[in-house]
Every structure is written in C-alpha cells, then in structure tokens.
C-alpha cells in the first residue's frame, strides 16, 4: 500500500468514527415506524400506542404505530426484520416472537440474528382462575380432584402458543394431568365459557379477570408470578402450588432490524427506559396491569434467552406444532 492510499484509509476511517455521535445526535429527524403485528385494539397495540406518544414528546418527531397482522405475528415481524437497520423501523411484540420457531415448521425470520433487542418494556400477570362450581379452594386441591376425574374438567385458551396456552401445558406436565386444553378464538370466548361452566379453568391476563373474580363469578386458584401480588395477598402462586420455579407471564419487547447502529441503540433503550418509568406510562397502562419493566439491551437478550429455552421445552414435551 503506497502512501496516499495509507492515508486516506486512515482519514475515512477517522471520518467514519466521528460520524457515529452524529447519527444519534441527529436521530430522529423523521417519523419513526413502530409495527404491531397484530390488529389494533389487542394489548400489544394498546402499549405500542401509548409508548409512541411518550417517545414523541421526548424526541421531538412522532413515532406511529403500524398494524400489520396475519399469520400469528409472523407478518408484521417479518416485515420488520428486513427493514433498513436506521432507527426508524421498530417492533412491538410479545412472546409470540420468541415462541413461534418452536410452534411453526418454518418462521421467515431467525430472532436471535434478525433482530435487535432493543428493551424489555413490561409485563401483565396472569391468574389461573375457575368457575365457582369447580372442586378446590386453591390449584393444588384443584388438581387433585382433576387426577381423580380427569374426564370432568378441561381448560380454555384463547391462541395456541400464547403465553396462557404454554403456562396449561407446563401445569398438565409437571402436574401429571390428563385434560384437554380447548383453544378458543379469543380470551373473551374462553372466559366466557368458563363463567358459564362449559369449561372448569382458563389462565388469564389479571385485568380480564379481575372484575369477575371480585363479583365472585370466578375463583382464582393461583397466580403465575414469581411472588403473590399485592391486589390478591391470599391467593398462592403456582409455584408454592407444588411448581417449584414455576413464573410465567405475558411480556411485551422492542425489537429493531438487525445490525442497528450501537448509538441509536443505545439512544432508543435510554429513551425507552425513561419512558416506560415515567407517571405517563403508570396512569396509562397500570390500570390494565401492566408492570414496567425497562432493561439495557443486553438484559434483553439474556431474558430471551431465558424465556427461549422455557418455551422450546413446553412444545417439545407437549408436541405443539401449527402447521
């Protein structure tokens, strides 16, 4: 390499590394895409919106949400994967994206290489809950009366692979319970089945259940958190239900096209943490449950990880596959 070239090499190098700062610096000049997955009205619609109107007023260009269902997420979060890594595309999704490469034959994304982890954002609880009718104050005498007749009983559950669907099928496993799981077209349907005694349990998001659990219409037999919630002290977990370990709850990420510039990342996630704990988002998404949760990209991707290995087992033992 003669000279000139030497220098140069070393100049557009020089160029390259100061431009970094800039790019977060400049960042957002534009509106800023969130895709949702999923039809608008869900959950994780609902938190994709009110996170993008926070985003927007702390950095200064509107951030709109973009509905784009079909094929369980699948769609939306292909389209995502394979936008251009600039900032201006990201994903709002829920456990469905790292669940889905153990439920489908052939996913058109890899999670782990073709996407960014941006954040954690949060997570809703969820409680195993029952008609009034249903034998046992609480899951552990639930399951004894099931083991006994298991032809009596069966579940409800509003999507296969939903985090309520896989926290049934690790209770029938490690429980050693032989019922069916019904899947319904939504949790409205499931719920309202089992109010009506057509089916004895469904595991539900807290906020669905929590009106009807308070008129006494439903029993709650155990919460899936790692700890009892202070909105039902008395109600045992499931893992002091006889799960040791047992924590299970519905998430919600924020997920970019891969090889994201590290100082927009960097920039996003810090944004998405102040955000996410701010009395905005508390006023907002609190009454639906919701717990807000920010993490640093890297605590992200461990938590997928974590969850990753949960998932692949539950439908390995349980044979789950959508065709």
């Not at 709650?220 to 909105?231: D, F, H, I, K, Q």
Request: with cysteine; net charge positive; proline share 9%.
């Amino acid at each position: 390499m003669n000279k000139r070239i030497f220098l140069r090499a070393i100049a557009t190098a020089a160029l390259c590394a100061a431009s970094v700062p800039a790019i977060a610096d400049n960042y957002p000049s534009r509106p800023v895409r969130i895709i949702v997955p999923y039809v608008a009205g869900g959950t994780v619609d609902l938190v994709a919106r009110v996170l993008a109107q926070k985003l927007g007023e702390q950095m200064g260009q509107p951030f709109i949400v973009d509905n784009r269902p079909g094929a369980s997420g699948s769609i939306g979060s292909d389209i995502a994967s394979k936008a251009p890594p600039d900032g201006y595309t990201l994903l709002l999704q829920s456990p469905t994206l790292v669940a889905s490469p153990f439920l489908m034959k052939k996913t058109p994304y890899n999670v782990k290489t073709d996407f960014t982890a941006i954040s954690l954002l949060g997570s809703v609880p969820m409680v195993v809950v029952a008609n009034p009718g249903v034998p046992g104050k609480n899951l552990q005498e639930f399951l004894v009366a099931a083991r006994r007749e298991p032809s009596k009983y069966a579940f409800g559950t509003s999507a296969i692979g939903s985090p309520m669907h896989l926290a049934q099928e690790a209770i029938k496993r490690d429980g050693k319970l032989d019922v069916p799981i019904v899947i319904y077209k939504g949790t409205g349907s499931a719920l309202n089945d089992v109010l009506g005694g057509q089916i004895s349990v469904i595991i539900d998001a807290i906020p669905s259940s929590a009106p009807n659990i308070a008129a006494g219409k439903l029993k709650p037999l155990a919460v899936t958190t790692r700890e009892r919630l202070p909105s039902m002290p008395n109600v045992p977990t499931v893992a002091e239900s006889g799960f040791a370990g047992f924590e299970m709850v519905t998430w919600y990420g924020l997920w970019a096209p891969p090889k994201l510039p590290a100082s927009i990342l960097e920039k996003l996630s810090a944004e998405v943490a102040v955000a996410m704990r701010s009395p905005f988002m508390a006023e907002r998404l609190g009454p639906q449950g919701f717990v807000s949760s920010p993490s640093t990209p890297a605590e992200f991707s461990a938590y997928i990880d974590k969850e990753a290995a949960t998932y692949e087992r539950i439908v390995k033992d349980a044979k789950i596959q959508i065709d």
